[in-house]
Each structure stands twice: as C-alpha cells, then as structure tokens.
C-alpha cells in the first residue's frame, strides 16, 4: 500500500486537531484535516480512504499538498470554485433599484428588472429572495393621532393580560355590509383534476349587520343579525348581552369609537345598568379589538356562497355561528405591551422622517 508518512510538528497537530473538532468550520476543511491527522498516526492511504469513505485518490492529493506546502496547502488556491454568474455591479443594481420603481411602473416585477439590468428574471428572484426583498406585497396600516392612546391602550391590555375576576370580558364589535352576492351562474363544483368555478359578475340582494361579542375567556359568542346598523340596534344587542349573561357578574366591554356605541341614548341604558363597563379602543386601533380576528375568519365563508336573498345569507352565517359555538376558539392576547409600543414608536419616527423628506423635496 503507498504510504506517505507525515510528522507533524505541535502547533500543525493542534491547528489540525482544531480544525476537526470545529463545528462551524466547512466540511471540506474538516475532511481534510482528518485526512492529515490519520496519515501521521500511521495509517496507509487504503486504510485512511476505507475508513472515510472516499477515494484513495482523493487521500493522496491532500498528503501530497500537505507535504509540500505544510497546513497553508490544505486551502482551495484563489479563484478556484464555481465562478459569479452575474455580470459586475448587476448585483448592486437589482437590490438598490428594487426599492425605487420607475415612474411609469407601480412596482418592479422580476422580469420588468431583469429587462432593466440585463441580467434573467430566476437571477433578479434569487437575488431578491435571498435578501427579502418582496416588491409585490404590501401591508396596510394606520397610525392612531388618538390624544389618549396609551391611556385607552394599556386599559385595552390590561384587560387582556389580567382579566378581572366574577366578571365576562366581551370583545364586541359590528360586522356591517356582509352581502348577499347571487352569481349569475352556477358555477363548477371541486373536482379531482379541476378547481371549483364561479362567474366574476353577481347579483346584490342586499346587506346585513352582524353584531358579535367574543367571550375573551372561553370563545363563545353572542351574536344578533340586523339589517340597519343604527344605535338602535346596537342598544337591542346590548340587552342581548344582558339577558344571556349571568345576573351576578360585571360585564367589561371592549368596543371602538363608532357613534352608535356614544349615542346619548345608549350612554342612558348604560347608567341605569351599571354592571357594564366600557372599555373603547383608541381611534383608528381596531386590531386591538380579538373579534375582529372572528370576523376575519366569517368573511371567507360568505364570499365563498351564493345567496339569492338575505335570509339566505342569514342562515348561512347562523349555522356557522352554531357550528362555531359548538366548537368555540379562544384568541389569546400575548404581545406585550411595551413591545407594541416600541413598535408604534419606531413607526412614528418612520412616518415623520418620510413627511420631513416629502417636505423639503417639495420645497
């Protein structure tokens, strides 16, 4: 068998020892060093490959290189490797011209860059994937100017962080404008080999109102189907509440600031029934308020059917609402508040320095 003997001195041994031990170190530099450390303890080339699981070829080239050019010989020589495939500075262009789009586009698309740089549009998409940069998403937001923000927030958080005993938390919100949409053909069933169908255009046979409280403790909800949304109705739903709740327990509310929920006649019925507590959400805040996160859910299911009347639509939502209190879902507030608050701050700042720039250009 070739044998190759290596003596090593001790720092090359303990660089080598180093190199194998290392868990962050490439798996080449590693298979490399063990190579090395094999062949000085004594074994044959054969032995070294065998034990491995490489070739014996393989276990001569890196003896040889490490005789000849000691520890420095076990590194790839400068410019080996698999060669850039993007032309110099196209890189550079694609990450810095994604966030400015031109003023004939709304956004930059992988193959409207590709065009622009010079360069294929699965390129533009690695690039852009690898650095998060994602031109087609977008998210919506809005910053509250309520004066009482953080006073009305942490009463909110509160709430959420430590519910008050012997009492029910309701998150209570409306659901208007659900709409009872009629295709004007029936469309094509889910089918193996085929997705469902439904015709672009409808017939509206009018709206209705969900009112909706989420119990925060266990997920059930009280709810009441109307066709206005006026105070009326939201004081009909309040006596709902009322009668479907337990006689000895407070009731905190948490809702937002639509007129209906300040009407003076609503403020009356809540003085001569003081076991209710409002809790109102800052303005412009309604992620703050977990039925939203129902409604999120409800949507989907009506804009899926087709409704040739509004008793239709209000018998789908009441079976699904049974079918949901059968089953109830708990939402469970865990951000903290300092968190979002830190958040909102940092928002803000982003806010202002866009305006400030906005500002002096136009200046």
């Not at 054969?46 to 276990?59: E, K, L, T, W």
């Not at 519910?163 to 889910?190: I, V, W």
Request: with cysteine; charged share 25%; proline share 5%.
């Amino acid at each position: 068998m070739a044998r190759q003997r290596i003596e090593l001195q001790p720092e090359e041994a303990a660089e080598l020892r180093r190199r194998f031990r290392a868990s962050t170190m490439p798996v080449r530099d590693r298979r490399r060093s063990e190579i090395i450390l094999l062949s000085a303890e004594g074994l044959t080339q054969q032995q070294i490959a065998q034990r491995m699981g490489i070739s014996r070829v393989q276990v001569s080239r890196w003896v040889g290189r490490f005789a000849r050019h000691r520890v420095a010989g076990l590194s790839d020589a400068a410019g080996r490797g698999r060669k850039p495939w993007l032309a110099e500075g196209a890189a550079k262009q694609v990450l810095e011209r994604a966030v400015t789009p031109p003023p004939h586009l709304g956004r930059w698309s992988c193959r409207t860059m590709a065009r622009a740089v010079g360069i294929s549009a699965a390129s533009v998409q690695r690039l852009w994937a690898a650095n998060d940069i994602k031109p087609h998403l977008s998210r919506t937001f809005k910053l509250s100017n309520d004066k009482q923000f953080e006073e009305k927030f942490w009463d909110v958080i509160g709430l959420y962080l430590d519910p008050p005993d012997k009492a029910l938390l309701l998150c209570c919100d409306e659901k208007s404008q659900c709409q009872a949409l009629e295709r004007t053909q029936p469309g094509l069933p889910l089918g193996i080999g085929h997705i469902r169908t439904k015709t672009h255009d409808y017939v509206r046979h009018g709206t209705l109102t969900l009112f909706a409280a989420l119990n925060y403790l266990d997920g059930k909800l009280i709810t009441r189907l109307a066709a206005r949304h006026r105070h009326q109705e939201w004081l009909a739903f309040l006596k709902l509440i009322d009668q479907q709740s337990p006689a000895d327990l407070d009731i905190h509310i948490i809702a937002d600031n639509y007129a209906t929920h300040k009407h003076p006649q609503v403020k009356k019925w809540l003085q001569r029934h003081p076991r209710f507590r409002m809790h109102y959400t800052p303005t412009s805040s309604s992620w703050m308020n977990l039925v939203e996160r129902f409604f999120g859910d409800l949507t989907p299911f009506i804009g899926e059917k087709s409704f040739s009347s509004t008793r239709e639509l209000a018998d789908a939502i009441i079976t699904f609402l049974a079918a949901r209190n059968d089953n109830p879902r708990r939402y469970v507030w865990k951000a903290k508040g300092q968190d979002i608050l830190r958040k909102i701050d940092k928002a803000r700042r982003a806010l202002a320095a866009q305006r400030n720039g906005i500002s002096e250009t136009s200046h």
